[in-house]
């Protein structure tokens, strides 16, 4: 499986960012989604998650300014991130567990949040 990430950026505190994570490959092995980010000097932690029955995990810093999405047929998850901090701020991954519960990664993409 391979993973495409997109939409990291700059942004102003309180505004709001959507990251895109597209899938290709062996999409059919897919089970669950999950976006990562790790900020300089830290270890890479869960932001949320979606299972392949659309059942959500979030780290309690997020939960209700992030919100994570699958679209099946696209084979492509979303994290809508709004009132943005910046403590928000870091590289930003998406990854993959298979059935199998192997992971794959994608490339991270940059979010800075400027206060």
């Known amino acids: 499986v391979q993973l495409q990430a997109s939409g990291g950026g700059l942004v102003q505190a309180g505004g709001s960012l959507r990251l895109s994570c597209a899938a290709s490959g062996s999409t059919f092995s897919i089970n669950t989604f999950g976006w990562y980010r790790q900020a300089s000097g830290n270890q890479r932690d869960l932001v949320a998650s979606i299972s392949s029955g659309g059942t959500t995990n979030y780290a309690s810093s997020v939960k209700g300014r992030f919100t994570i999405s699958r679209d099946n047929a696209k084979n492509t998850v979303y994290l809508q991130m709004n009132s943005l901090k910046s403590e928000d701020t870091a590289v930003y991954y998406c990854?993959?567990?298979?059935?199998?519960?192997?992971?794959?990664w994608g490339k991270g993409t940059q979010v800075t949040v400027s206060s």
């Open positions: 990854k993959v567990m298979t059935w199998r519960s192997m992971n794959y």
